[in-house]
């Protein structure tokens, strides 16, 4: 993909140990500017303590900001729903390495509690009819969703 533009940094976090604001503000992270956040692969693997706290981080963000993250449904973290993903279940979520999750209907409130307004909330394979996302040495799944959503 080449060099990282000048404009773009990357902040490496542990989400479960880490203050970002305090983090953010060592990069001299202007909190005035609208900030496009995406954390991709994170929420399933925090403790439900870990995600208020990201998500209170993330309420302070400036209005018009946007936000992509993505998230594992809560009824197969629950063992409720196996979407054909017995062996992923039992590999992440029965070993504890998958922790979190939402359902689908929970995500406008659970963002509105933070300030963000819900745009979209995909599932990959409403995603795969648009975008070309094969060869990408991952399965696709009923379990993990992409939302979109704005800062208010």
């Known amino acids: 993909m080449g060099d990282i533009p000048k404009n773009i940094s990357l902040i490496g976090t542990d989400f479960s140990k880490n203050d970002l604001t305090k983090q953010l503000e060592d990069f001299n992270y202007d909190f005035s500017c609208e900030t496009f956040f ?15 706290e990201t998500f209170e981080f993330l309420s302070k963000a400036n209005k ?3 936000l992509v993250f993505t998230y594992v449904r809560n009824d197969f973290i629950d063992g409720e729903e196996m979407y054909g993903w ?4 039992e590999k992440y979520v029965a070993k504890g390495i998958w922790k979190f999750g939402l ?10 509690k933070y300030g963000w307004t ?4 995909l599932s990959y394979d409403r995603i795969s009819k648009t975008v070309n996302v094969m060869n990408r040495g ?3 799944t009923g379990v993990e969703r992409i939302v979109f959503c704005k800062k208010k």
């Open 103 to 112: 359902l689908p209907d929970e995500v406008p409130e659970f963002l509105m």
């Open 118 to 121: 819900l745009i979209e909330d």
């Open 86 to 89: 017995s062996s992923a279940y």
């Open 64 to 66: 018009n900001s946007q």
């Open 138 to 140: 991952l399965e696709l």
């Open 38 to 52: 995406i954390m991709e692969a994170v929420s399933q693997y925090l403790e439900e303590k870990a995600i208020h």
